[in-house]
């Protein structure tokens, strides 16, 4: 007897074994597709960075033969793409982070499906890539969100449709590897998909955003090294002045972010007098007309306000800027026109071109500090005011730069920023525009 209940025991112990055996090649086979999702991301993000550059290059090889051929390219390329985008691609329009965070919303199936597929995802890299070759004042940082989150959720459909937290989970992680492998920050990653997107953030996709972030980060880092995005800032605050630029820098950025936020809001919602008609009856012609007012302020500035805004921030940083005083004000104007125009392009790395603008002038108001060290405060009080995202603003600074010895200088700055915009504006940049764009889903499509 007692050997009977020996085997019995033993073959019960083997079975446990087995089927635990069994289940864990069951979860990793699971596991599959999320891991080839983030590889693919991070390819995605290098190439859509490289084809960012080489765009932009082109672009300035070409004006740099005559300063007036842009009024030719600008327009053209704006009414082209808004042309490829009615007639190919009509769910890859809008700047990606919008629509990304209006999927995480409940009942939005139906978003999902249709902009958030391989070939939405294609057509927003095409678009924006042919506005940044026009000159126009994009990003490719925004429209990787969306990229990403569409990758992530399209090779991941099947277990996507069967629960709806699952399909959340892997558009915030796809956004989140997006924003990691396009910065090369994956702390920056991780705080904007729980910041920026974070307002139904499920603690149980942490895991699926951790793993995407790092295999994304990873795939990048494989194939471009380790670099920094805007290059290594040698800068610390050593002294009680130097103090005396957070406040000012925050304050400053606060009132400036919040009011371009709530101008571009407006910008989103109505044009101002017969604009509005115009862009709706002839959308191609609006395009073209926002590429000509372009072209006319790149040649006023001697060609400093064309493209995404990287490489003149990165010589604002390391102090070679000397004739781009007016490159805050003139960029924003640029980012409000090349927004309007409907081309899909995101402003995040734009706004940090417009902060490092007005992070030049404020450094000329306080001649006593180190010009490097204002620029920084300026970016991330400009794009914390505009966003109203602290932590995202300083992560992906410090990030960018590797400046983690202004960690608490950012940080701060970044707060009061962010509490400043809100006397100017009431809603976030993001805020306001996905509540504009679920009204005008809604009203297209109705509900799910």
């Known amino acids: 007897m007692q050997d009977f209940l020996t085997v019995r025991y033993r073959r019960q112990r083997l079975n446990r074994q087995l089927r635990y055996l069994y289940l864990a090649a069951v979860q990793w086979r699971r596991q599959v597709p999320v891991w080839i999702a983030a590889i693919l991301i ?7 960075a490289q084809g960012s550059h080489l765009s932009h290059d082109l672009f300035n090889r ?83 969100v969306q990229v990403g989150a569409a990758i992530k959720y399209s090779l991941n459909r099947r277990a996507a449709q069967r629960h709806e937290g699952t399909a959340r989970s ?59 995005y805007f290059g290594i800032v040698q800068v610390t605050m050593d002294n009680s002045q130097a103090w005396l630029a957070i406040p000012a820098c925050g304050v400053l950025g606060g009132l400036l972010g919040g009011l371009a936020c709530r101008i571009l809001l407006r910008l989103s919602d109505r044009l101002p007098g017969p604009l509005q008609g115009w862009r709706a009856r002839r959308p191609i012609l609006f395009a073209a007309g926002c590429g000509l007012v ?45 927004h309007i125009s409907a081309v899909p392009g995101g402003m995040f790395a734009p706004s940090l071109a417009v902060g490092a603008g007005f992070g030049l002038n404020m450094s000329q108001l306080l001649p006593f500090l180190p010009q490097a060290m204002i620029v920084l405060l300026g970016m991330v009080g400009f794009f914390a005011g505009m966003t109203r995202a602290p932590m995202t603003g300083f992560v992906i600074v410090m990030e960018m730069t590797d400046s983690s010895a202004m960690i608490i200088p950012l940080m701060a700055t970044a707060l009061i920023a962010s509490n400043i915009s809100k006397l100017v504006t009431r809603r976030s940049l993001y805020e306001g525009q996905v509540r504009l764009f679920m009204r005008n889903w809604q009203a297209r499509h109705g509900a799910n």
């Open 42 to 48: 991070g390819v995605v993000a290098y190439v859509f």
């Open 62 to 144: 070409v004006y740099a033969v005559s300063p007036y051929w842009s009024l030719l390219i600008t327009p053209a390329g704006l009414a082209l793409a808004i042309w490829i985008m009615h007639r190919y691609f009509p769910h890859s329009a809008g700047g990606g982070i919008p629509q990304s965070i209006a999927a995480l919303e409940p009942g939005m199936e139906k978003l999902r499906e249709t902009c958030f597929t391989l070939r939405a995802a294609f057509g927003k890299v095409l678009l924006t890539l042919i506005g940044i070759s026009s000159g126009a004042t994009f990003g490719y940082e925004g429209p990787i």
């Open 170 to 228: 892997f558009i915030l992680a796809g956004a989140a590897a997006s924003v990691a492998a396009a910065f090369n920050a994956p702390l920056a990653g991780i705080v904007f998909a729980i910041e920026e997107m974070g307002r139904i953030f499920d603690m149980r996709a942490s895991s699926t955003i951790l793993l995407s972030v790092i295999v994304a980060g990873l795939t990048t880092f494989a194939i471009s090294g380790n670099y920094s």
């Open 294 to 338: 372009l072209a006319v302020i790149g040649i006023l500035s001697d060609g400093s306000t064309f493209g995404t805004g990287y490489f003149r921030a990165r010589d604002i940083i390391e102090g070679h800027g000397a004739s781009l005083h007016d490159y805050g004000v003139l960029k924003l104007i640029t980012m409000f026109v090349s």
